[in-house]
């Protein structure tokens, strides 16, 4: 009988330090402890209830930021932002919550890309932390407003765009307040996807083509994502290096991530034996969206001297797996090239 005892007791310590190994490391306490965010803005894209993005306006959210949110169903994010705000007022009665504004934004339609920007720049002026969130995996074969592969238009391209608009209020806002703002890209180790430089969907035509695989064309979005991440990084640097020094210069740091496996409503395009094998398999060997929000979180607030701007981070830390294509320059500026070329048209 005592014998049958230990052998439970041991199986359910093992379940819960599984449990605990899988959801991986957490931002260190000290950090969030010394954190504040008062008077600081933060804009973040895709932050639906369940998902990564949400956790990660919650934890800023009760730093005490101004967190502005773009969804693209405005109604469901006013409703979801309403509980986020209840549900942090009711966990934390003596902080200084911040405040929450949710704004629409259509990542797959370059024109509401712009439109936002326009409304954004009237109502804020300044911007401290920029983390491009949002994303889609595993859609249909569709086209974006612009004829564009879905994956590459709304992961990469939407977001580019962002950055184009709002980059210089980022630099006024570091000049301005003397301090260090950032620019943080949810990635995914899925980059890999691309081997070789053939594999590059480098032309209009090519994009302009559904993927007959979804997995590659996520893939190829989220490789975007760090070769974007690696070009503005250089960028800001060469800004820096050229700047002259009676001039004060923007502190910008710009990180890349991998949030982890991470049990949330991105896969709900998956069909068939997949959907099954991610139903089975979701609860225990899938990070919590908490958890798979640690890695933002811990790099919206860490100082940029224990950062590498371009760097490319998984568990709160710098992760070295990224693919040698994402470090070539030459492929970075070309993709700069065709992203600016694709926003013109
Ligand atoms: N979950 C993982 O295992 C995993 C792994 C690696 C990387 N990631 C990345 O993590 C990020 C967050 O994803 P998640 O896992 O938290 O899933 P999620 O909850 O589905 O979050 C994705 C967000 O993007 C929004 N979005 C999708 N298409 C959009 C569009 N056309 N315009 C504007 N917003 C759009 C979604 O809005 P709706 O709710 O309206 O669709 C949602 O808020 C994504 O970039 C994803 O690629 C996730």
């Keep these: 009988m005592l014998r049958k005892c230990s052998y439970g007791l041991l199986g359910i310590s093992l379940f819960f330090l599984g449990k605990r190994f899988v959801n991986g490391r957490s931002v260190p306490s000290q950090l969030l402890k010394e954190s504040d965010l008062r008077g600081q803005v933060v804009l973040i894209t895709g932050a639906s209830k369940g998902g990564i993005g949400y956790e990660t306006v919650k934890a800023l959210y009760c730093l005490g930021a101004t967190v502005c949110v773009s969804v693209r169903n405005l109604e469901r994010g006013l409703e979801e932002m309403d509980e986020l705000e209840r549900e942090c007022k009711s966990m934390n009665r003596n902080l ?7 704004m629409k934004m259509e990542l797959d339609d370059l024109e509401s890309v712009r439109e936002f920007c326009h409304s954004f720049l009237q109502k804020f002026d ?16 569709t086209l974006s407003k612009q004829n564009l592969e879905i994956h590459f238009a709304v992961n990469h391209l939407g977001h580019f765009m962002l ?3 709002l980059k210089s209020l980022i630099q006024q806002t570091s000049v301005a307040h003397n301090k260090e703002c950032k620019i943080i890209s949810v990635s995914s180790l899925g980059h890999i996807a691309v081997r070789n430089k053939d594999q590059l969907l480098f032309t209009k035509e090519k994009l302009s083509t559904p993927q007959s695989s979804p997995m590659f064309a996520y893939g190829f979005s989220k490789l975007c994502n760090l070769l974007f991440i690696k070009s503005l990084a250089r960028q800001f640097e060469n800004e820096t290096a050229t700047s002259n020094s009676l001039k004060p210069v923007a502190k910008i740091g710009c990180y890349s991530l991998h949030p982890g496996t991470v049990s949330t409503n991105v896969f709900r395009s998956v069909d068939g034996l997949g959907s099954l094998m991610l139903q089975l398999t979701k609860w225990y060997f899938f990070k919590s969206p908490l958890a798979g929000a640690q890695t933002s979180i811990y790099l919206a607030l860490e100082k940029m001297s224990n950062l590498e701007s371009g760097g490319y981070y998984y568990e ?5 797996g990224e693919s040698w294509i994402a470090k070539e320059e030459s492929v970075q500026d070309e993709l700069w090239k ?6 013109k048209d």
């Design 163 to 165: 950055v184009h608009f």
């Design 338 to 343: 065709l992203s600016e070329e694709l926003c």
């Design 96 to 102: 200084n919550l911040g405040k929450i504004i949710v």
């Design 126 to 141: 300044r911007l401290d932390i920029l983390i491009n969130n949002a994303g889609v995996y595993s859609s249909p074969s």
């Design 316 to 320: 709160c830390k710098q992760y070295r």
